[in-house]
């Protein structure tokens, strides 16, 4: 499978920052490959067709730091390392066997670059509830010619494709539809993640009044219309939370600022400068006294030479000794002060 290319977080900047205001940022392709169906081969493009809400949030300390995640054993409360943690699958008797990975790839699905469709079905034959996650599929070839000639086929026809491919090491169903001319891939549940009402134990059907079925029909036509307003389906929440953290941020409400971060960010605003200095934020956010050297300034020294440094560092009053000098020359520094103002 063809893998993604990663780009830098500096890349990434620098490209919001050239593009053009009011445009819209490309999406990336999750997965690249060919729908094969008989003789028919298609290469495409898998694109994500929604993004997440805008409200996610972040677990934050209080002075704004991103929190960890640690593992600590439910037994003891034994802290775990990364060598500690391994998989288990849990059966239903309750007893716990553990996965290796060699496990995990003796099953893996084999690894192809092609959406399979089996067979093709009427549209109204899935049940809503067994689709997923919609994907868009963009022409990737040269030529869009079969990739327009197949939307237009299965549009005509009504028919969905049924197949399925793999995708990060799994494999999924997946159902090809044409929609206005754009084939979408929606990935389907499996029959054994659906619940029936039976296993959710609701009440058995019974028969309703003629009277009450003639009232709610009436309301029913009342509240009809034509068609779906897709303006109706906007996120009142999401649009209402993020007006509230834009007035917050602009009169300074709960902001929290790093320290040593106010300078560099003001520079990079202004236009002075398009990379922070990290040393040089290092240096605004340690105290005055601190003196912060850098790899230039640092002269290199052998091996031998470090293990006697660190030597005469750990020899029995050295510390003492030099602390005593370092006060004397404190005492001096602050004589010669004294006389230069005097003077």
């Known amino acids: 499978m063809p893998r993604r290319k990663q780009h830098g977080a500096a890349q990434t900047r620098s490209a919001a920052q050239t593009r053009p205001e009011g445009t819209v940022a490309p999406v990336r392709a999750l997965w690249s490959g060919t729908i094969t169906f008989g003789l028919v081969s298609i290469p495409v493009d898998l694109l994500t067709a929604v993004r997440p809400r805008q409200t ?17 054993c439910s037994k003891d409360g034994r802290k775990l390392a990364a060598d500690d943690i391994v998989r288990g699958y849990q059966t239903a008797d309750g007893e716990m066997v553990v996965m290796t990975d060699a496990d995990f790839e003796s099953v893996a699905p084999e690894m192809s670059a092609d959406i399979e469709l089996r067979n093709f079905v009427p549209l109204e034959q899935i049940p809503p509830i067994y689709f997923q996650r919609p994907y868009i599929l963009a022409p990737a070839g040269k030529s869009a010619k079969a990739y ?93 939370l993020q007006t509230l953290v834009e007035t917050k941020r602009k ?3 709960d902001v929290i600022r790093r320290k040593g971060l106010e300078g560099a960010d003001a520079e990079t ?49 050295k510390h003492t000794k030099n602390r005593t000098s370092a006060a004397r020359r404190g005492g001096r520094a602050k004589g010669r002060s004294r006389s230069t103002q005097r003077a």
């Not at 996610?56 to 600590?72: C, I, N, P, Y």
């Open 251 to 253: 009169r300074s409400d």
């Open 56 to 72: 996610a949030m972040k677990l934050v300390d209080k002075a704004g730091h991103a929190l960890g995640r640690q593992f600590h």
């Open 148 to 240: 327009h000639l197949l939307a237009a086929t299965m549009e005509r026809t009504g028919r969905v494709g049924i197949g399925s491919f793999v995708m990060r090491g799994h494999e999924y169903l997946v159902a090809i539809i044409s929609d206005h001319g754009v084939l979408r891939a929606d990935t389907l549940r499996y029959a054994d993640e659906v619940r029936s009402p039976q296993s959710i134990g609701l009440p058995k059907r019974t028969k309703a009044a003629a009277a009450r079925v003639r009232e709610f029909a009436r309301v029913i036509d009342d509240l009809t219309r034509t068609g779906l307003d897709v303006a109706e389906l906007e996120d009142k929440e999401a649009a209402a």
């Open 269 to 317: 605003e202004a236009g002075d400068a398009n990379v922070i200095d990290l040393m040089e934020v290092l240096r605004k956010s340690l105290s005055k006294s601190t003196v912060v050297r850098n790899v230039q300034a640092s002269p290199p020294i052998s091996l031998a030479e470090r293990r006697a440094r660190n030597a005469e560092r750990a020899r029995p009053g």
